[in-house]
């Protein structure tokens, strides 16, 4: 790696940027939010004026600061010339609504205007919405009392959809001559045509922005930083670095520990792997650390080398032991015999729900069921954890985005178009050329997956907390839209019987899937919250890639080990009676069918820590 060698750089050397706008993306649970969050204070500390901003729907950036975030800038406590947002999806879209209908109001019916909000209603709406407010903060007066705008972006399928967002309205506007959308009237949107193509040349401008892959020394966030640095060239935006987060360096006494042993032949592997990549950016490396970045004080270590690890404090407050836990294999006995329904894997980006619902199929395929394994997530990892051989029970699938929506378009020009005139037709297919035509297809598509639970297992790899949301909250909203523009029974009646088999725990089993630390805990307990509400009740919680449970010496990941035990106690103490299993850190990378087993078949491996 002397070529890799050659161009790494110190991780303060981040600093020396011209830029005015510092963008950190990556794949889930890559350590964005606390990179941008110690960068933001680093500048804050240099002088400058900083606003750090999060546009992730499942954003954690109020438990890295210590603070509570909302719309509107806050000055971080203790640390002078920082502020903090986060953009709130839900309100930003209540807001678009409410800006679209409130001046119809007391001039068309009352069955209009809730016809209007019910367009308004969906997940497109809310990226949309969503991304009028992040454009404010490109040029606009929002930011004219910073230097310096930070953004802890969203995880990488959604952040890739944002982005292209501006360019998808703007040729659908361009094209458009009817005045109507699935958005509603056109007016707001026009109005805001200018502002998006300046966002998205801001963008592209390295004069004026960074934007920061950021990853881990593992081979699937480093194919997706790989993925991603390629879609973002595409769109034009190739003033593009790499940082590799949680380095690992131990030193020459330990290295032949078992764990550590493993651990940086993993690392070796994924960098070799991706060598040409790699070696293609800027990069910068920062340190794995023996627990999180949490609070003022630690972020500020994070940029000052030996400093970080007298701040992180590696000692539980709860417990000096392990709970005893099963592991997957055992979660796999309890579902077999029911021999149908839907699983599906739940959690923040970057927990290995993707890993999680692979193995789980494969595993009850090898147990004689017939399962298929599909996913919703736009970055769509399955292939990736399986491989080739996935068995002759194993049915692998992904819900193709692209071939969704051709289908779709297809079906509804046949149906709905095809006794239209010229001039009806014409303004049928403008309409489905919106964006929003594709967040209904992949719906359809994702009713008719659960549907085919009544037959067999479906194990559902889903998407990132937020997306999941929206896309279970809509279920109502989509299912009139497609009554709208489709006359397919069958797909009618898959959407209307969608929440109702949802709801079902004997048809449906929530997964929820977490690693051991602060952030990914108290997200899956959120989503929990937020299930519940939409009542749905999780059937178990998976805590994976402990630390805790694998038997090491090596002082570091020993320390990292002690600093998730807390954590794990609290997931037991906080859902009584509700199973918990526990999956210990892999000593080889879980993928392809014999990685996936053997993570299957892993049991916890000690039962207190050193």
Not at 107 to 133: H, N, R, W, Y
Request: charged share 25%; hydrophobic share 40%.
């Amino acid at each position: 790696m002397n070529a890799t060698r050659q161009h790494l750089r110190a991780l303060p050397e981040l600093l020396d940027s011209p830029a005015r706008y510092y963008f950190f993306t990556g794949k889930g649970g890559v350590g964005k939010t606390s990179i941008a969050s110690s960068t933001a204070l680093a500048l804050a500390d240099a002088g400058k004026r900083v606003l750090l901003i999060s546009t992730d729907p499942a954003s954690n950036l109020d438990e890295v600061l210590g603070l509570e975030l909302s719309r509107e800038p806050r000055p971080v406590p203790g640390c002078d010339g920082l502020s903090a947002l986060n953009i709130d999806p839900e309100a930003v879209a209540a807001e678009y609504r409410e800006k679209v209908v409130g001046p119809m109001r007391g001039v068309l019916p009352e069955a209009a205007l809730k016809a209007m909000e019910e367009q308004l209603s969906g997940a497109c709406t809310m990226e949309i919405a969503a991304f009028d407010e992040f454009t404010g903060y490109l040029g606009g007066e929002a930011t004219d009392g910073f230097d310096v705008i930070v953004f802890d972006t969203a995880p990488t399928g959604h952040t890739l959809r944002l982005m292209a967002l501006s360019q998808a309205w703007t040729n659908f506007l361009d094209d458009n001559t009817s005045g109507n959308s699935c958005l509603g009237p056109l007016a707001g949107l026009e109005k805001q045509r200018q502002a998006y193509a300046e966002a998205v040349e801001v963008l592209k401008d390295a004069g004026r922005t960074a934007v920061f892959l950021v990853s881990r020394a593992n081979k699937s966030p480093l194919k997706e930083a790989r993925r991603t640095w390629k879609e973002f060239t595409d769109l034009g935006i190739k003033n593009q670095s790499l940082i590799l987060n949680g380095w690992y360096a131990p030193d020459e006494t330990h290295r032949n520990d078992p764990v550590a042993k493993r651990w940086l032949e993993r690392q070796s592997a994924a960098m070799a792997a991706e060598a040409a990549f790699i070696d293609s950016l800027p990069l910068y490396r920062a340190p794995l650390l023996p627990g999180n970045l949490m609070g003022a004080d630690i972020l500020r270590g994070f940029y000052r080398g030996g400093e970080i690890d007298s701040a992180v404090s590696t000692k539980p407050s709860k417990a000096d032991s392990l709970p005893d836990l099963p592991g997957l294999g055992h979660l796999a006995d309890q579902l077999a015999p029911a021999g149908r329904g839907v699983i599906m894997t739940m959690g923040k980006g970057g927990v290995g729900k993707t890993t999680v619902a692979a193995a789980l199929a494969l595993v009850l395929a090898d147990r004689g069921a017939k399962v298929r394994l599909s996913t919703t997530d736009p970055a769509a990892h399955i292939a990736d954890a399986l491989g080739d051989d996935a068995g002759a029970t194993l049915t692998v699938e992904r819900i193709d985005p692209k071939a969704e929506t051709a289908a779709y378009v297809e079906e509804v020009l046949a149906t709905q178009g095809a006794d239209m005139d010229a001039e009806n037709r014409a303004l049928l297919e403008e309409d489905l050329r919106s964006p929003c035509t594709e967040e209904i297809a992949v719906f359809r598509a994702f009713a008719r997956t659960v549907a085919k639970g009544e037959d067999e297992f479906v194990v559902l790899d889903t998407a990132p907390t937020g997306h999941t949301l929206l896309l279970l909250d809509a279920t109502q909203s989509y299912h009139r839209e497609l009554g709208r523009q489709t006359r397919s029974t069958r797909q009618a009646e898959d959407v209307e019987k969608l929440l109702p088999r949802l709801r079902d725990p004997d048809f449906t089993r929530v997964l929820l899937v977490t690693l051991p630390e602060s952030t990914p805990v108290h997200e899956a307990a959120a989503l929990q919250a937020d299930l519940r509400r939409a009542e749905i009740e999780p059937h178990t919680w998976i805590i994976n890639q402990s630390l805790a449970a694998a038997d090491t010496q090596e002082p570091l990941l020993a320390a990292r080990g002690r600093a998730e035990i807390p954590y794990i106690h609290e997931v037991v103490e906080e859902n009584p009676g509700k199973p918990v299993y526990l999956i210990p850190w892999s000593p080889t990378e879980p993928t392809g069918v014999d990685g996936l087993r053997e993570l299957a078949c892993k049991i916890q491996a000690v039962a207190s820590t050193q």
